[in-house]
């Protein structure tokens, strides 16, 4: 037999490297995924900044993210920041982009399934606003679209928090976060919750009460992106949440 002859030793099988990042390569690149965003939101500001003739402080930056316009270029600049450092995680292990994450388009029922349960949860939440006299929306949200509705920039931060918005969180989280480590120690329920915290954590700018309805809304997400292998599903469910809660608030603050 080959095997037996020193002359034909056996084939040394190499095992292929894994195509995924598992639990603490997903955690490193979703830190670095983060930073990209943060930088590219705050590039948008500071170059309009710049643009304006302003001094380069903090206080001008601050005052130029206050504005609506700002505030929304300042969104959606995150998204291209996001999406090119996603890519190099991906590329660096060559895999598919589109398989990675899972953007394969849902079905109808899937669809409808996601939205039902969405709005299910959104009335839980809001019932128990109401029920405890709480505001439905942040106060700062609130006063944030008024003022870019009366300054004619609603139509930017509608595309900036309906859009670019969930897309860059839904591609972080559910995306690239979920993908890691659904296939690490955690599993699936791990990397739903784990994913969902995170997801929480990047709407640090609410109280304990709203972001305990955002990781209740980010685990019902999570579980849509494992039911339905679709991250399309919950970028869309995430955006049809934006988009009720922005025009409904610029409706209600007129």
Request: overall charge neutral.
């Amino acid at each position: 037999m080959d095997s037996l002859n020193p002359d034909n030793p056996p084939l040394t099988v190499t095992p292929a490297t894994p195509r995924v990042w598992m639990f603490w390569g997903t955690a490193l690149w979703g830190l670095l995924i983060f930073v990209a965003m943060f930088v590219g939101q705050i590039g948008a500001i500071v170059l309009l900044a710049g643009v304006r003739g302003l001094p380069m402080d903090l206080a001008s930056v601050q005052a130029v993210g206050h504005e609506p316009q700002a505030l929304a270029l300042s969104v959606i600049m995150g998204l291209p920041a996001t999406l090119l450092v996603v890519w190099l995680a991906i590329a660096i292990k060559k895999a598919s982009f589109l398989d990675y994450l899972a953007l394969h388009w849902p079905s109808w029922k899937q669809l409808l399934f996601g939205a039902v349960g969405l709005i299910l949860v959104v009335l839980v939440w809001e019932t128990m606003s109401r029920a405890l006299g709480r505001e439905a929306t942040p106060g700062f949200m609130t006063d944030l679209l008024k003022s870019g509705r009366d300054k004619g920039a609603a139509l930017l931060l509608l595309f900036a928090f309906s859009v670019a918005a969930p897309m860059s969180e839904e591609i972080l989280a559910r995306g690239f976060l979920y993908r890691g480590w659904s296939a690490s120690f955690l599993r699936v329920p791990g990397a739903i919750l784990l994913s969902s915290l995170v997801w929480t954590i990047v709407h640090l700018q609410y109280d304990m009460y709203f972001l305990a309805e955002v990781f209740t809304i980010g685990l019902w997400f999570g579980y849509m992106r494992y039911r339905a292998n679709s991250l399309w599903l919950t970028i869309i469910l995430h955006a049809l949440n934006n988009l009720t809660a922005v025009v409904l608030t610029m409706w209600l603050g007129s």
